[in-house]
């Protein structure tokens, strides 16, 4: 039941958080593209797990109601082992977590450049450029997870502890160590990185801004960076979601291999509340963003400035209005 109440939240929350993302005007840029890639990967992880999980639980249930000599034929351990269903379910769900945690990374290079380059940041990050990077980086992360087809290399949900894990094979053990495990490890370290680099960039600025010796450059300055300093709060705390899951999935889920619910909790339910509290951050992170434009003028810039002017989609100097 909380499984299924979790699902339902994090679906709804990620569906509003990129309807709220089309609707705003300020975020038809590139971080507005690359933060809707992430909650449409988390929409599409969610539906995928949330509804195999259910059917597999919900059948499991039935037949063992009816006869428990038919959990042990059909069953043993794993839901419909020769059904091909289940690698796609599999495949599908576990390659778009693969794109929306590397996706992340781009959102923090994204609010790393931004600071770091504002005069480039507009051709480094333009509309066009942010769409192929995220096309690319799902295509790639999809390839990675096309390997769960090859025969005792899948990634399936099992009934017997009603955890999503790949099959005990030598190649399962392969990928559910290399791919699974030190490819997300990668990612949120070079992510933990680029965050700790911004944050160390912003400080600096904090302190030129400090020094500045005209009142009105301070106050522009003070206001580009509190705008700054919001958009780097959201990029870290949704990767540190990812860091909090990657830890569960592969270290709290060891102490707890002898409890059926103790690994479910660890993996199937820490894997849908990773994704639901992504959506979430994201979705209250628009609401104070709007906030915050409402009570320091619309002509706030959501990209950095260059000459007085906001860059937009199409490189062009304009103002927002």
Request: glycine share 8%.
């Given at each position: 039941?909380?499984?299924?109440?979790?699902?339902?939240?994090?679906?709804?929350?990620?569906?509003?958080?990129?309807?709220?993302?089309?609707?705003?005007?300020?975020l038809h840029?590139?971080?507005?593209v690359?933060?809707?890639?992430?909650?449409?990967?988390?929409?599409?992880?969610?539906?995928?797990?949330?509804?195999?999980?259910?059917?597999v639980?919900?059948?499991?249930?039935?037949?063992?109601?009816?006869s428990?000599?038919?959990?042990?034929?059909?069953?043993?351990?794993?839901?419909?082992?020769?059904?091909?269903?289940?690698?796609?379910?599999?495949?599908?769900?576990?390659?778009?977590?693969?794109?929306s945690?590397?996706?992340?990374?781009?959102?923090?290079?994204?609010?790393?450049?931004?600071?770091?380059?504002?005069?480039?940041?507009?051709?480094?990050?333009?509309?066009?450029?942010?769409?192929?990077?995220?096309?690319?980086?799902?295509?790639?992360?999809?390839?990675?997870?096309?390997?769960?087809?090859?025969?005792?290399?899948?990634?399936?949900?099992?009934?017997?502890?009603?955890?999503?894990?790949?099959?005990?094979?030598?190649?399962?053990?392969?990928?559910?160590?290399?791919?699974d495990?030190?490819?997300?490890?990668?990612?949120?370290?070079?992510?933990?990185?680029?965050?700790?680099?911004?944050?160390?960039?912003?400080?600096?600025?904090?302190?030129?801004?400090?020094?500045?010796?005209?009142?009105?450059?301070?106050?522009?300055?003070?206001?580009?960076?509190?705008?700054?300093?919001?958009?780097?709060?959201?990029?870290?705390?949704?990767?540190?979601?990812?860091?909090?899951?990657?830890?569960?999935?592969?270290?709290?889920?060891?102490?707890?291999?002898?409890?059926?619910?103790?690994?479910?909790?660890c993996?199937?339910?820490?894997?849908?509340?990773?994704?639901?509290?992504?959506?979430?951050?994201?979705?209250l992170?628009?609401?104070?963003?709007?906030?915050?434009?409402?009570?320091?003028?619309?002509t706030?810039?959501?990209?950095?400035?260059?000459?007085?002017?906001?860059?937009?989609?199409?490189?062009?100097?304009?103002?927002?209005?």
């Open positions: 039941m909380y499984m299924m109440e979790s699902c339902s939240c994090g679906i709804l929350v990620n569906g509003i958080a990129i309807m709220m993302t089309k609707l705003s005007g300020a840029n590139a971080f507005g690359i933060t809707m890639g992430y909650c449409l990967s988390n929409l599409v992880i969610l539906v995928v797990i949330g509804t195999w999980t259910i059917i639980l919900t059948l499991c249930t039935l037949i063992d109601f009816v428990k000599s038919l959990v042990t034929v059909y069953f043993s351990g794993n839901i419909w082992p020769d059904s091909p269903l289940q690698y796609v379910a599999g495949q599908v769900s576990n390659g778009m977590y693969y794109a945690i590397t996706v992340h990374l781009l959102l923090a290079i994204n609010r790393l450049c931004a600071i770091c380059f504002p005069s480039k940041y507009a051709r480094l990050f333009s509309f066009e450029n942010a769409v192929t990077s995220l096309v690319f980086l799902m295509m790639v992360t999809f390839c990675i997870s096309f390997t769960y087809y090859i025969d005792g290399c899948g990634y399936i949900f099992t009934t017997d502890k009603f955890v999503w894990r790949f099959e005990d094979t030598q190649c399962g053990y392969i990928i559910s160590v290399y791919a495990f030190y490819f997300p490890l990668g990612v949120v370290v070079l992510m933990t990185i680029v965050d700790i680099c911004t944050l160390f960039m912003l400080h600096s600025s904090a302190k030129r801004a400090n020094r500045a010796g005209i009142a009105t450059v301070s106050q522009h300055s003070s206001r580009t960076r509190n705008r700054e300093i919001l958009f780097f709060l959201q990029s870290c705390t949704c990767g540190s979601v990812y860091v909090l899951g990657v830890i569960s999935f592969h270290v709290l889920s060891t102490f707890v291999t002898s409890t059926k619910w103790g690994e479910f909790g993996v199937t339910f820490a894997w849908i509340l990773v994704h639901s509290l992504d959506g979430e951050y994201f979705r992170f628009v609401v104070l963003f709007t906030l915050y434009r409402r009570q320091h003028g619309k706030l810039p959501v990209a950095p400035l260059i000459n007085g002017a906001v860059t937009p989609l199409n490189g062009q100097p304009a103002r927002v209005t």
